[in-house]
């Protein structure tokens, strides 16, 4: 981080990568006033844009699996109005690095994505001294095209950081695999559950895994889409998403479809832990969103929010009963078991089993 401050880089917005784990918690513990927290990838772009506007030398960070997200303000944003800005793109599903089967295919396409855009890109390097002459040339890139610059992240590259103590525990939240007991208990057991990527899929596999449940694996913010879709087309069902506050904001768009059709009867359970879980626990921008208020001004017939095992079962039967959209936050503590595995049912096998429950 040091050779970034240095050279003048800043502010550092973007969505985490457990490969970018240390650069977050740097930034958190000794440049706090530098890193915003963006919801998804096109957006931290177009913060950065506007940063560079302001004579800022920005930097964006990101998962390439969220690099789709980024085409749009990086092709007719920054390239258009010339507006470079400093990309650092993790490498998850390099070819001949084993990865979970999300990446794959970004993997394979990630430098060549890059080449499409004009963007001049290389690996990032490991030496210290190698990487200040590099930083060295992107700024000089940049400032002679007017173009951004990526550097890519493989995995290991980035040494560990140190993270702080934690602070003192608050409230007793309930854990994530016990709020998906109860969401699993209270509902219609014909109900058909989707499921977030990361590790609320994982959770729900491991304890409740059905016929009747999609694991969603990737594609981070779909999942409450994919339920509504579902649901318009399935009306003689009960359909559910169990959905996370990182994934919610990422695609905050999927609430106002979910409003304004509220006759699909959607339940909207969102656990929210006010961090990225599956990435190593860096902090999302939760903690200051009304979800609940949010989702009335949508158009959902209710909401809720809700911290405790008893209000959470009620809501998600009164949610069964009355029918319409509705949303239940749900506040539940950070962190998961060490322990816990890969989904053992693969992506396609997961979606074919769905289908045939749904057609039942």
Same mark, same amino acid.
């Given at each position: 981080?040091? *050779?970034?401050?240095?050279?003048?880089?800043?502010?550092?917005?973007?969505?985490?990568?457990?490969?970018?784990?240390?650069?977050?918690?740097?930034?958190? =513990?000794?440049?706090?006033?530098?890193?915003?927290i963006a919801a998804n990838e096109g957006e931290a772009?177009?913060l950065a844009a506007g940063a560079r506007l302001a004579?800022?030398?920005?930097?964006?960070?990101?998962?390439?699996?969220?690099?789709?997200?980024?085409?749009?303000?990086?092709?007719?944003?920054?390239?258009? *109005?010339?507006?470079?800005?400093?990309?650092?793109?993790?490498?998850?599903?390099?070819?001949?690095?084993?990865?979970?089967?999300?990446?794959?295919?970004?993997?394979?396409?990630?430098?060549?994505? @890059?080449?499409?855009? &004009?963007?001049?890109?290389?690996?990032?390097?490991?030496?210290?001294?190698?990487?200040?002459?590099?930083?060295?040339?992107?700024?000089?890139?940049?400032?002679?095209?007017? *173009?951004?610059?990526?550097?890519?992240?493989?995995?290991?590259?980035? +040494?560990?950081?140190?993270?702080?103590?934690?602070?003192?525990?608050?409230?007793?939240?309930?854990? +994530?695999?016990?709020?998906?007991?109860?969401?699993? +208990? =209270?509902?219609?057991?014909?109900?058909? @559950?989707?499921?977030?990527?990361?590790?609320?899929?994982?959770?729900?596999?491991?304890?409740?895994?059905?016929?009747?449940?999609?694991?969603?694996?990737?594609?981070?913010?779909c999942a409450s889409s994919v339920a509504l879709g579902?649901?318009?087309?399935?009306? &003689?069902?009960?359909?559910?998403?169990?959905?996370?506050?990182?994934?919610?904001?990422?695609?905050?768009?999927?609430?106002?479809?979910?409003?304004?059709?509220?006759?699909?009867?959607?339940?909207?359970? *969102? @656990?929210?832990?006010?961090?990225?879980?599956?990435?190593?626990?860096?902090?999302?921008?939760?903690?200051?969103?009304?979800?609940?208020?949010?989702?009335?001004?949508?158009?959902?017939?209710?909401?809720?929010?809700?911290?405790?095992?008893?209000? @959470?079962?009620?809501?998600?039967?009164?949610?069964?009963?009355?029918?319409?959209?509705?949303?239940?936050?749900?506040?539940?503590?950070?962190?998961? &078991?060490?322990?816990?595995?890969?989904?053992?049912?693969?992506?396609?096998?997961?979606?074919?089993?769905?289908?045939?429950?749904?057609?039942?």
């Amino acid at each position: 981080m040091s *050779l970034l401050h240095d050279r003048g880089f800043g502010p550092f917005t973007g969505v985490p990568c457990s490969f970018l784990g240390p650069v977050i918690t740097c930034l958190e =513990a000794e440049y706090p006033q530098e890193y915003i927290i963006a919801a998804n990838e096109g957006e931290a772009v177009a913060l950065a844009a506007g940063a560079r506007l302001a004579g800022r030398s920005p930097v964006v960070i990101l998962q390439n699996s969220g690099l789709g997200n980024t085409v749009n303000p990086l092709s007719s944003l920054c390239h258009t *109005l010339r507006l470079p800005v400093l990309l650092f793109v993790t490498w998850r599903g390099r070819p001949g690095h084993p990865d979970e089967p999300q990446h794959e295919l970004m993997g394979r396409i990630t430098p060549d994505m @890059l080449t499409a855009m &004009d963007i001049r890109h290389e690996v990032l390097p490991d030496d210290p001294g190698l990487l200040a002459e590099r930083l060295d040339v992107a700024a000089a890139h940049m400032a002679a095209t007017g *173009l951004p610059y990526a550097f890519v992240v493989p995995k290991g590259s980035i +040494r560990p950081y140190p993270k702080p103590a934690s602070a003192a525990p608050g409230p007793s939240l309930m854990a +994530r695999a016990e709020a998906i007991g109860h969401v699993a +208990r =209270a509902m219609d057991q014909r109900t058909l @559950l989707v499921a977030t990527t990361g590790k609320t899929a994982r959770e729900l596999e491991r304890d409740w895994d059905r016929p009747e449940n999609l694991y969603v694996v990737g594609s981070m913010g779909c999942a409450s889409s994919v339920a509504l879709g579902v649901a318009l087309h399935a009306p &003689d069902r009960r359909v559910a998403v169990l959905d996370g506050d990182g994934a919610a904001l990422m695609r905050l768009e999927a609430m106002a479809a979910i409003g304004r059709l509220a006759h699909s009867g959607l339940c909207h359970i *969102l @656990l929210d832990n006010e961090s990225y879980e599956s990435t190593g626990g860096q902090p999302t921008a939760s903690a200051g969103v009304d979800f609940a208020a949010i989702a009335r001004a949508c158009g959902y017939r209710a909401a809720y929010d809700v911290s405790d095992a008893n209000a @959470l079962s009620t809501a998600v039967r009164r949610a069964q009963e009355e029918g319409g959209a509705q949303l239940i936050r749900v506040r539940i503590a950070p962190g998961s &078991d060490p322990g816990l595995g890969r989904p053992s049912l693969s992506p396609p096998a997961s979606a074919a089993r769905f289908a045939e429950a749904i057609a039942r």
